[in-house]
């Protein structure tokens, strides 16, 4: 079946009635978002008929087709809020809310692909994947559409190929196609590794490739010092996403792959995600380029970095650099850190431009009327 590029969450039903959602997280402790699930109208609050488990996990992919991702990024224009990048962020975005009339408000759909823990109970056990589906169907849940039962891998080769070829005309986004065996016994016997099943198989599509102009390598500073180098492009669609900076890695990179201002270069988002820059297109170099110079100081501080033995990363040694003070206050009120909201890159940047602000702990000594 089609491997979609969305948000996986977990939903427990309780005798046909829907009890808890759960985003996968790490795959042992997720976010509960039982309340932003109930106002998806794809996901039963009630199962429908009768035959279902007495208690019942069922696992599936919260997502946002592309018509409606691009009606909503119109409308977020349109008031002055900044568009997602693509519908997976989107969905992550939506069903994390901690408004659920923001998610009741966006175009989500849940697709269940699979279960979790069942007790079935006085009801008949399934004994094939073709099964299940059929069942969540009739409970009321959406499936992937397009799903097939393939004897043999000359079925299973045809059928990704197929996919391959319309994949930019399907309703929502995908990125592979997920291989499954049906025989359910099957499945149990061969069971989990720590990471995934063994019963199932991704194959992802190649990553999609756009060619643009290099404008220019610019070279940011991260929290930790590390000194990274920046692709600035004429911006290009890249699988749906407008790309207008692409990673270069490091200085030993952009040597290796001969990566000169001034280039056409491929470009690919990475996973689907992160867009980077694949080779340059050499038989469109102008005469007179030149090989890129990778800078030896900081380019924030000035003062000279330092790349150690061993390593591929030049780093700013200097602990007053205002761009790592800037990361590092970024870092600790992102999601990741304290999650503080409405501190974005702007305030830090005028925080620490005034010199109010030099470590975290100046944050929680501020005051309104400085603000």
């Keep these: 079946e089609l491997k979609y590029d969305g948000t996986a969450i977990s ?16 795959g042992l402790m997720g976010d509960d978002v039982t309340e932003n699930a109930r106002t998806i109208r794809s996901i039963p609050l009630q199962l429908r008929g009768n035959g279902y488990p007495g208690l019942f996990e069922i696992r599936g992919e919260i997502l946002m087709p592309h018509s409606s991702f691009e009606r909503l990024n119109r409308e977020r224009e349109d008031i002055g809020e900044t568009p997602f990048a693509n519908p997976r962020n989107a969905a992550a975005g939506s069903i994390r809310q901690l408004d659920t009339s923001v998610t009741a408000s966006r ?30 169907r009739d409970f009321g849940f959406e499936t992937p559409p397009g799903g097939r039962l393939c004897r043999g891998s000359e079925e299973v080769e045809a059928y990704y190929a197929s996919l391959s070829e319309k994949r930019e005309s399907l309703a929502y986004e995908i990125d592979g196609v997920v291989m499954k065996l049906n025989d359910l016994e099957a499945q149990e016997a061969l069971g989990y590794t720590a990471r995934a099943p063994r019963f199932a198989v991704a194959w992802k599509f190649p990553a999609q490739q756009a060619t643009t102009l290099l404008l220019d390598i610019t070279v940011q500073v991260g929290r930790t010092g590390v000194l990274t180098p920046v692709a600035e492009l004429e911006p290009v669609n890249v699988g749906g996403v407008l790309v207008s900076r692409a990673t270069l890695h490091n200085e030993d990179e952009i040597r290796n792959r001969d990566v000169r201002i001034g280039d056409r270069v491929v470009v690919q988002r990475a996973g689907d995600v992160i867009p980077e820059v694949v080779r340059a297109v050499l038989s469109e170099r102008a005469p007179d380029s030149q090989p890129f110079v990778f800078p030896h100081v900081c380019p924030s501080c000035g ?6 033995e061993g390593e591929v990363a030049w780093r700013c040694v200097n602990v007053s650099c205002p761009a790592m003070i800037r990361q590092s206050l970024a870092h600790f009120v992102s999601k990741a850190g304290l999650d503080i909201d409405g501190l974005g890159q702007r305030w830090i940047e005028l925080l620490v431009a005034s010199g109010r602000v030099k470590t975290p702990a100046d944050l929680f000594t501020l005051r309104v009327d400085e603000l």
Aim: no cysteine; proline share 4%.
């Design 11 to 26: 939903l427990l039903y309780e005798h046909g009635r829907l009890v808890r959602a759960a985003t996968r997280g790490d």
């Design 107 to 136: 175009p989500l759909r849940f697709l269940a692909y699979g279960f979790g823990d069942v007790r079935f109970g006085g009801v008949q056990p399934w004994s094939t994947y073709e099964e299940v589906m059929g069942r969540l």
């Design 303 to 308: 003062q000279a970095a330092s790349r150690l």
